[in-house]
């Protein structure tokens, strides 16, 4: 039985003063899985994803992260937790002072890596992106589709146990789409287990992964598509 | 190239912090250093007149002045815990006078009392009364001056200022931190999405409070090294004007070694002081 990394149980939430989102959501991330998170606009893929990376704490229910239970741990071994989770934002989040090297290779300073190594890292990465003509760029001078390749390159650099990318291909063109989610299938052969969430039909047609779909505030297990030999 | 990860140098609170550190350190200094120079200077003036008495011996005639100086100068150095007992010579004393009474006024035709300086050995005691009374028994109308208790009101008065000195110093460095702390709270705001940024992809508290303590000490380092420069600058300026003046003070030449120190410490205490503040304001704000 593969380890389990993310257990949701009965997990609600709802907005101070709003409506509520999702209720009752159950469901875990297994080590080395490829699973979806779809569903339509304002259904809760974003507050669900921002729940795994401890960036929103859940209403109702129970979550459990690497076997710690992030309502009671102690506030100190948070930053160890999401040093072993990379995400990719919606709205990407780079330091515009930063060129695109070392917003990539951020991460590897965080954890203590020598500075040349971490460039070194960043500048393989961003040449498997697709960016090697652009090490030196700073955000503000990259287009959405760049800016969303230099976020996934940092959410990749440190080989995380749990990848979380929220729309990831939402500013790119269907090749580069496609791409990406070859090279999330890529990380995902190396071990780390992938949560995407996005509506992006040519994505979920693309995989045959498992997919997640939150309707209604509710969260339905869609088994993986059978391979056609 | 190693930048850091918060633009820390490019924000309002980093412009402003370190003008207002210069010109504390500045004034903290000038106050610390005139304060030691205080120390200093009545050090030596108190240990002079601890130690020194003054008797009159009024002139009736010549002849029986004479005498009377001989047995007062024997009684003195018959006396336990004097060192030497000198008479002023009358020139000395004809000369004071007349820069105090001006040229106008004859001091030849003035009848001149004997001076006697009297240098204590500060080792052992002398009982004033019981002297006084021996010297009363040669003549009722010696009179001996015992400067010790004025001296004593005003030592106090110099002490008080001293207290009041470091009190201002403390103060004046307090402003200074509590500056910083307001400025790295303010700078936490500003650059608070690079923070939630950081945070999010695994950064611990400490590693960004590092950033801003390596800024802080950085920044205090420079802007104390400039307050502390200038003071020593003011500082050579006051002297000498002091010294073109007249009032040179006199001082032990390990007061300008202890001067120096200072001039050389408050930057790194400063910027020390500094780096510890804003840790301590980043932490707590990180772990709230």
């Not at chain 1, 989040?93 to 590897?108: A, G, T």
């Not at chain 1, 700073?138 to 976020?151: D, E, I, N, T």
């Not at chain 2, 103060?171 to 790295?184: E, K, Y």
């Not at chain 2, 090294?225 to 003011?234: K, R």
Request: one cysteine or more; aromatic letters at 8%; hydrophobic letters at 45%.
């Amino acid at each position: 039985m593969s380890e389990v990394i993310a257990q949701f149980e009965g997990v609600g939430h709802q907005y101070e003063g709003g409506s509520e989102i999702f209720k009752g959501v159950t469901f875990d991330i297994k080590k080395g899985s490829f699973q979806f998170l779809t569903g339509p606009s304002g259904s809760g893929k974003t507050s669900l994803l921002r729940m795994l990376f401890l960036g929103l704490k859940p209403t109702w229910g129970s979550i459990r992260l690497f076997g710690e239970d992030p309502l009671i741990m102690s506030p100190n071994v948070l930053p160890f937790l999401r040093q072993k989770i990379g995400v990719v934002f919606q709205e990407f989040k780079l330091l515009d002072h930063l060129n695109i090297v070392e917003n990539v290779s951020l991460p590897l300073r965080v954890l203590g890596i020598d500075t040349r190594q971490g460039y070194r890292q960043a500048q393989e990465l961003l040449d498997w992106v697709g960016l090697a003509d652009c090490h030196k760029a700073y955000p503000p001078s990259l287009s959405g589709g760049q800016k969303q390749r230099v976020a996934i390159a940092r959410a990749v650099i440190t080989r995380p146990h749990l990848l979380l990318a929220d729309e990831p291909t939402g500013n790119v063109d269907d090749e580069m789409a496609i791409k990406l989610l070859h090279l999330f299938e890529e990380l995902n052969k190396m071990g780390t287990a992938v949560l995407i969430a996005t509506h992006n039909r040519l994505l979920l047609d693309s995989s045959y992964c498992a997919q997640l779909l939150l309707r209604g505030g509710t969260l339905i297990t869609k088994p993986p598509r059978r391979m056609h030999s | 190239m190693n930048r850091q990860d918060l633009p820390l140098k490019n924000d309002i609170a980093a412009r402003f912090v370190p003008k207002i550190v210069a010109l504390m350190v500045y004034l903290g200094t000038l106050c610390f250093v005139f304060t030691l120079f205080m120390v200093h200077s009545t050090e030596s003036w108190e240990k002079q007149f601890s130690t020194q008495l003054t008797l009159e011996i009024p002139t009736t005639n010549k002849a029986s002045s004479a005498v009377l100086q001989t047995r007062v100068l024997q009684l003195l150095q018959r006396t336990p815990g004097i060192l030497n007992a000198t008479p002023v010579p009358h020139k000395e004393m004809a000369d004071l006078l007349q820069g105090l009474l001006g040229e106008e006024v004859n001091v030849e035709h003035l009848t001149l009392p004997i001076v006697i300086d009297i240098t204590l050995n500060g080792k052992e005691i002398v009982d004033v009364p019981t002297l006084e009374a021996h010297l009363k028994n040669i003549s009722p109308q010696i009179h001996l001056s015992d400067h010790r208790g004025w001296q004593n009101q005003v030592s106090g008065l110099i002490h008080t200022s001293i207290m009041i000195a470091l009190v201002v110093t403390v103060l004046i460095l307090l402003g200074a931190l509590v500056t910083t702390t307001f400025a790295t709270r303010t700078s936490l705001l500003i650059h608070r999405q690079v923070i939630e940024v950081l945070s999010l992809i695994g950064a611990t508290p400490t590693y960004i409070a590092n950033q801003f303590q390596r800024n802080a000490f950085k920044q205090g380092l420079i802007a104390s090294g400039i307050g502390s420069g200038l003071a020593f600058v003011t500082f050579i300026g006051i002297l000498y004007l002091m010294e073109n003046a007249g009032f040179s003070a006199t001082v032990r030449s390990s007061f300008f070694f202890e001067a120096l120190c200072v001039f050389l410490f408050v930057p790194l205490f400063t910027a020390a002081s500094m780096m510890i503040s804003v840790r301590f304001a980043v932490m707590k704000e990180l772990n709230q």
